[in-house]
């Protein structure tokens, strides 16, 4: 499994930290600065048999959460949850966890 280390801004690269290494770019939106990301021995092979079955029910859950929030009664259901709790910034993020933890 692949160990990736978030770095600080900074205006240039001289060199890469090691041969096994990637560094892959991209700029924060809040203030436009370019932010490098290490990723310390990259695992190149395919997906194991948990992987695909986590992302299959993840595609699942997020099917289902779908239905759930175009059914009014159950959205009410949800939202009254939803707006008790703190940790899910999303009235979608939240059912999907909620529908996710269920399988």
Not at 31 to 60: F, M
Not at 64 to 76: G, H, K, N, V, Y
Request: charged share 25%; net charge positive.
């Amino acid at each position: 499994m692949a160990l990736i280390k978030n770095s600080t801004p900074f205006d240039s690269v001289k060199k890469k930290f090691s041969g096994s290494d990637e560094i892959h770019f991209r700029n924060r939106k809040k203030d436009n600065a370019t932010i490098g990301v290490r990723v310390k021995h990259p695992y190149n092979g395919g997906n194991s048999e948990a992987q695909l079955a986590a992302r299959n029910a993840l595609k699942q859950a997020q099917i289902e959460a779908s239905t759930i929030l175009a059914d009014p009664a159950q959205r009410a259901n949800y939202e009254a949850k939803f707006n008790a709790q703190k940790k899910y910034l999303t009235l979608r993020g939240h059912v999907v966890a909620q529908v996710y933890a269920k399988q």
